[in-house]
């Protein structure tokens, strides 16, 4: 198992519960500052429009996430709800709700009576419908995927070594070399390495998968005042604005992350330095829509990447050439959240038990982009 992400801490874990020995690989380590499952929080939510499986495997995973932060005893989730802000006429609003309701998983439509009787923090201007997804809520991230690691050395066995790894596309069968001079011998090796999985296999892979810079700040929220923090305001998403954010949350600040895809990003040697001119343009748009954060100041600014797939859909597939080789990543900004059901279905895979689904194939990837995912 290459890359000890929230998708490779998952396939491990699921991978030595079904009873396999586990070697997990990482450069850096666990959820480390270069790794697209780094910073302190995520959002967790079964919205997604029309796309029916994403909103089953989030509702799916968000009860294995529960599970597991009350197995390991640790606050991990935080349950805040979510609103799914739209202008006027937003088909992907509705859609979310239609989905939601018509699946079981519970929702409100509200107006804009409704959202400023509910959330006056919030301002309805430009709004339309707004949905509320009641169940969802925040992921700590880092400390979450560290968590799985650690759970998973000390529980299921699973051997965890910090090591650069290298492939050769030319070789007739897989070889993974170690920075260290280690051959690491499997029986099946599993390439979930994030944003690094277009170096690993740049053949193979080549631009089907973008390595972009995404933004994330923190804004200071007025002294004294609880209602831009959990549990009184949910996470959001603005699609016009192409802006989510997240309550303040263990007293970090607002966070705000631009889902609008940036510039490429090499994750190993990219500087991590936000503009002032980004900051000054969300803090005014993030104003606009929650008017007590006028002029708020910058606490903490964060980039991070996404690494995207054509369509925003992950690659979880068998490498074209080598049989016993599976990718499982492009997790393209919204794959934090999926964790658990992406390790059960990358196993159920190894395993023979299930055929690999077609939206998330090698071969309905390009290298131009056509997002349908958010």
Request: net charge neutral.
């Given at each position: 198992m290459v890359g000890a992400g929230v998708f490779g801490a998952w396939c491990a874990r699921q991978l030595a519960r079904d009873g396999h020995h586990v070697i997990l690989i990482d450069a850096y380590g666990a959820a480390s500052g270069r790794a697209s499952s780094a910073d302190h929080s995520r959002?967790?939510?079964?919205?997604?429009?029309?796309?029916?499986?994403?909103?089953?495997?989030?509702?799916?995973?968000?009860?294995?996430?529960?599970?597991?932060?009350?197995?390991?005893?640790?606050?991990?989730?935080?349950?805040?709800?979510?609103?799914?802000?739209?202008?006027?006429?937003?088909a992907y609003v509705r859609a979310t709700?239609?989905?939601?309701?018509?699946?079981?998983?519970?929702?409100?439509?509200?107006?804009?009576?409704?959202?400023?009787?509910?959330?006056?923090?919030?301002?309805?201007?430009?709004?339309?419908?707004?949905?509320?997804?009641?169940?969802?809520?925040?992921?700590?991230?880092?400390?979450?995927?560290?968590?799985?690691?650690r759970h998973a050395v000390r529980t299921d066995g699973v051997d965890f070594r910090c090591v650069r790894v290298s492939i050769d596309e030319s070789t007739a069968a897989i070889e993974v070399n170690g920075s260290d001079g280690s051959r690491v011998e499997a029986d099946a090796y599993v390439l979930a390495c994030g944003p690094w999985l277009p170096t690993l296999l740049p053949h193979t892979?080549?631009?089907?998968?973008?390595?972009t810079r995404q933004e994330v700040l923190y804004f200071g929220v007025p002294a004294g005042d609880r209602q831009l923090s959990s549990p009184l305001l949910p996470v959001w998403i603005d699609f016009a604005a192409g802006l989510y954010?997240?309550?303040?949350?263990?007293?970090?600040?607002?966070?705000?992350?631009?889902?609008?895809?940036?510039?490429?990003?090499?994750?190993?040697?990219?500087?991590?330095?936000?503009?002032?001119?980004l900051v000054d343009a969300t803090r005014a748009t993030v104003a606009a829509?929650?008017?007590?954060l006028a002029g708020a100041p910058l606490l903490d600014a964060r980039v991070?990447?996404?690494?995207?797939?054509?369509?925003?859909?992950?690659?979880?597939?068998?490498?074209?050439?080598?049989?016993?080789?599976?990718?499982?990543?492009?997790?393209?900004?919204?794959?934090?959240?999926?964790?658990?059901?992406?390790?059960?279905?990358?196993?159920?895979?190894?395993?023979?038990?299930?055929?690999?689904?077609?939206?998330?194939?090698?071969?309905?990837?390009?290298?131009?982009?056509?997002?349908?995912?958010?």
């Open positions: 959002v967790i939510r079964c919205g997604y429009g029309t796309d029916e499986i994403y909103s089953r495997w989030a509702h799916q995973s968000l009860a294995a996430w529960a599970g597991f932060a009350d197995e390991v005893g640790e606050r991990l989730l935080t349950i805040t709800g979510a609103l799914f802000l739209g202008d006027p006429g937003h709700y239609d989905t939601l309701t018509r699946i079981g998983i519970a929702a409100d439509w509200l107006d804009r009576r409704d959202l400023a009787r509910r959330f006056p923090q919030v301002s309805s201007q430009g709004l339309d419908g707004v949905v509320f997804e009641p169940g969802a809520g925040v992921l700590r991230a880092r400390d979450a995927v560290q968590a799985l690691v892979i080549g631009g089907r998968i973008r390595v954010g997240i309550p303040d949350l263990d007293a970090m600040g607002f966070k705000v992350g631009i889902d609008r895809h940036g510039d490429a990003i090499d994750p190993d040697s990219g500087d991590r330095l936000v503009s002032t001119a829509r929650f008017p007590a991070c990447q996404y690494e995207n797939s054509s369509t925003g859909d992950f690659i979880i597939d068998r490498h074209p050439q080598w049989s016993n080789v599976w990718m499982v990543g492009a997790g393209s900004g919204h794959g934090f959240k999926h964790g658990p059901a992406v390790g059960r279905h990358a196993a159920d895979l190894i395993a023979g038990r299930v055929a690999p689904l077609a939206r998330f194939t090698l071969v309905t990837k390009h290298s131009t982009a056509q997002r349908v995912v958010y």
